[in-house]
T-cell receptor, first 114, second 111 residues
Framework: EAGVTQFPSHSVIEKGQTVTLRCDPI?????LYWYRRVMGKEIKFLLH????????ESGMPNNRFLAERTGGTYSTLKVQPAELEDSGVYFC????????????FGPGTRLTVL | DQQVKQNSPSLSVQEGRISILNCDYT??????FLWYKKYPAEGPTFLIS?????DKNEDGRFTVFLNKSAKHLSLHIVPSQPGDSAVYFC??????????FGAGTTVTVRA
């Protein structure tokens, strides 16, 4: 069974540009989460999808961040326009059932905004 | 507001000895706790978990202890092996299973 995959692995952009991160969850996992780790600190929750619906987006920093999960399969996280403080590692995780199953994480996308 | 804290940023232990990692939390609504292990350039990998109805869970060399009254949990690794060198994250969740993580503890196992 393939794990959670994320693309790209690294992205370097200039302030003001747009970047789109992609996450492919484990097949059959309805729950998809986005997290972010900034400057080696704690990993922080951004949002949670159940299938194509956003269940909780309380962790999204501001309206420059837009997450979608059309069709309930893969998800994208767009940052537009990017700011310096958006630099960090963005992790995606998926689980089959929200209540009982472990969240499995992807390798992350390292975003650097110059 | 950080609800999960790992106050030791690093830990060095000799191979074969016990590694003890500590974690404190402030939110009394947390009822599920997990430890993740992370190697460089990889995502966190689930290690072990414990529900708030238990005070101990064991899986091979890994044991997690939960002290609800103190809002404290710990991870014991016995015996420590070189492959255990990694960053360990403590995480907690309430009924929505949104994970709150600590900042991580870097474990180095010396040969």
């Amino acid at each position: 069974e393939a794990g959670v995959t994320q693309f790209p692995s690294h992205s370097v952009i200039e302030k003001g540009q747009t970047v789109t991160l992609r996450c492919d969850p484990i097949s059959g996992h309805d729950n998809l989460y986005w997290y972010r780790r900034v400057m080696g600190k704690e990993i922080k929750f951004l949002l949670h999808f159940v299938k194509e619906s956003k269940q909780d987006e309380s962790g999204m920093p501001n309206n420059r961040f837009l997450a979608e999960r059309t069709g309930g399969t893969y998800s994208t996280l767009k940052v537009q326009p990017a700011e310096l403080e958006d630099s960090g590692v963005y992790f995606c995780a998926s689980s089959r059932s929200r209540n009982t199953d472990t969240q499995y994480f992807g390798p992350g996308t390292r975003l650097t905004v110059l | 507001d950080q609800q999960v804290k790992q106050n030791s940023p690093s830990l060095s232990v000799q191979e074969g000895r016990i590694s003890i990692l500590n974690c404190d939390y402030t939110n009394s609504m947390f009822d599920y706790f997990l430890w993740y292990k992370k190697y460089p350039a990889e995502g966190p990998t689930f290690l072990i978990s414990i529900s708030s109805i238990k005070d101990k869970n064991e899986d091979g060399r890994f044991t997690v202890f939960l002290n609800k009254s103190a809002k404290h949990l710990s991870l014991h690794i016995v015996p420590s092996q070189p492959g255990d060198s990694a960053v360990y994250f403590c995480a907690a969740a309430s009924n929505d299973y949104k994970l709150s993580f600590g900042a991580g503890t870097t474990v180095t196992v010396r040969a």
